[in-house]
C-alpha cells in the first residue's frame, strides 16, 4: 500500500505541472571522498553470469537510455548526462543511435550518429559512469553495423567505460540468426576493445533468453545477452525465461526497461516493475530504464517541451515516470 500511495502522490504531483521552459576525453575525478563508479570499478569483465569489476566483485549497473539519437538529438549533450550522474545517481547511460527511420539516422546520416557519440561518450567520461553504446536497429544491418563499431571502437577502444549493444530488439527471427550475427560482428570489436563488455541481441524484441542459454556463444568471452521488459505487459512468462537462463549460467543484462506497457504507453504497473528490481538485484543484473525523450507517452520521462540543456530541467519538466526512475537510481534498487 505504502508504494501505491507514493505513486498515486507523485502522479498527482506531476500532472499539475507543465514545463516552460523552453581527442581522448580525460576520466573524472571525483570531489571529496566519493568515488565515481568508474575509480570505484573500473574496467568491467564477466565471470560466469555475472559481471565484475577490477576487483573481482559482483558489479549491477543502474541507469536511463536515452531516446532514439535522429528523434531526440538535442538531449545528447553533456549537461543532460551530468544530470543522470550527478543528481539522478545513474552507473550507466545507453546511447541508442537510431537506424532505417529517417533521414538522420545512421544508415542516412552517419556523420551525425559519429558526432553524437563523441558528445555522449566525453561526457560519460568526464563525469565517471558507464556508457552502452547501443546500434539501435531492428533490422539485420550488419554491414553496417561493422562500419559503425569498428569506428567507435578504433577510437575509444582504450576506456575502460564504453559497453557495446550491437543490435536493439530483432524482431521475428531466430536464435541462430542473432548468435551468426554476433560471431561476426564481435571480432571487429574485439581488434580494438579486445577485453570491452559485449551485449549480444536475443531473438524477438531481446526476450528470447531461453534459446541464448540453450546454445550460448562460447568462441569469445567477457558477453552479456539482452533483456527487454516492459512490466505492465511482460510478467511471469518472460520472467520464467529469465530465471531459466539465469539456472543455465547464462550471464544477462537489462539494457532497456520499462513499467509501462511495450508499446511504451498506458498503465504503470509498478508491483510487476518491483518484481523485476528484485529478480534484477537478487541476480546482480544491471538494468537501464528508457527514455530520456520528450514524446506524449508514458515511458518519456520529459515534458513536450523541455530544454535541451539539462542543467534546465527543473522539476516541472520529469513526468511521473521519469520521477519514479530517479527514485529507484537514488536508492540503489
Known amino acids: 500500500m505504502k508504494k501505491i500511495f507514493l505513486f498515486c502522490a507523485i502522479v498527482a504531483l ?76 545513474a552507473s550507466v547511460v545507453r546511447c541508442s543511435i537510431g537506424l532505417d527511420l529517417d533521414d538522420n539516422c545512421y ?12 558528445s555522449m561518450v566525453n561526457a560519460a567520461v568526464k563525469n565517471g559512469i558507464y556508457i552502452i553504446v547501443d546500434f539501435h536497429s ?23 567505460n564504453i ?10 527471427v531466430e536464435w541462430a540468426e542473432t548468435k551468426a550475427y554476433s560471431e561476426e560482428l564481435i571480432p571487429v570489436i574485439r581488434a580494438n576493445a579486445p577485453d570491452a563488455i559485449v551485449i549480444v541481441p536475443t531473438p524477438r524484441w531481446d526476450q528470447e533468453v531461453d534459446k541464448a542459454a540453450d546454445d550460448p556463444i ?7 545477452y539482452s533483456l527487454h521488459h516492459y512490466s505492465a505487459t511482460h510478467k511471469e512468462y518472460l520472467l520464467d525465461k529469465a530465471r531459466y537462463a539465469v539456472g543455465k549460467g547464462l550471464p544477462l543484462f537489462i539494457s532497456e526497461s520499462g513499467g509501462m506497457l511495450h508499446t511504451g504507453d498506458g498503465i504503470l504497473d509498478m508491483d510487476s516493475w518491483e518484481t523485476w528490481l528484485d529478480f534484477a538485484r ?33 522539476e516541472e519538466c520529469i513526468k511521473p515516470w521519469g520521477v519514479l526512475v530517479r527514485h529507484y537510481l537514488q536508492t540503489g534498487r
Request: aromatic share 12%; glycine share 6%.
Open 218 to 224: 562460447t568462441k569469445f568471452g567477457n558477453l552479456v
Open 14 to 89: 506531476m500532472l499539475s505541472y507543465s514545463c516552460t521552459h523552453q581527442q581522448q576525453p580525460q576520466q573524472a575525478v571525483a570531489a571529496g571522498n566519493e568515488p565515481t563508479p568508474v575509480e570505484q570499478h573500473g574496467a568491467l569483465s564477466v565471470q560466469g553470469r555475472y559481471i565484475v569489476d577490477s576487483k573481482g566483485e559482483k558489479v549491477q549497473l543502474r541507469g536511463v537510455s536515452f531516446g532514439w539519437h535522429n528523434w531526440w538529438h538535442r538531449f545528447f549533450n553533456e549537461a543532460a548526462v551530468t544530470k543522470m550522474a550527478k543528481e539522478w545517481k
Open 107 to 118: 544508415d542516412k546520416n552517419p556523420e551525425l550518429a559519429y558526432a553524437t557519440v563523441d
Open 163 to 172: 559497453i557495446y549493444e550491437i543490435w536493439n530488439e530483432p524482431l521475428e
Open 138 to 160: 531492428h533490422k539485420n544491418n550488419l554491414p553496417l553495423a561493422k562500419e559503425f563499431f569498428g569506428v567507435v571502437s578504433k577510437k575509444y577502444g582504450n576506456i575502460p
Open 282 to 314: 537478487e541476480n546482480s543484473i544491471s538494468w537501464v530504464a528508457w527514455s530520456i525523450s520528450d514524446k506524449k507517452e508514458t515511458c518519456s520521462m520529459l515534458v513536450p517541451g523541455t530544454p535541451a540543456d539539462g542543467s534546465q530541467w527543473t
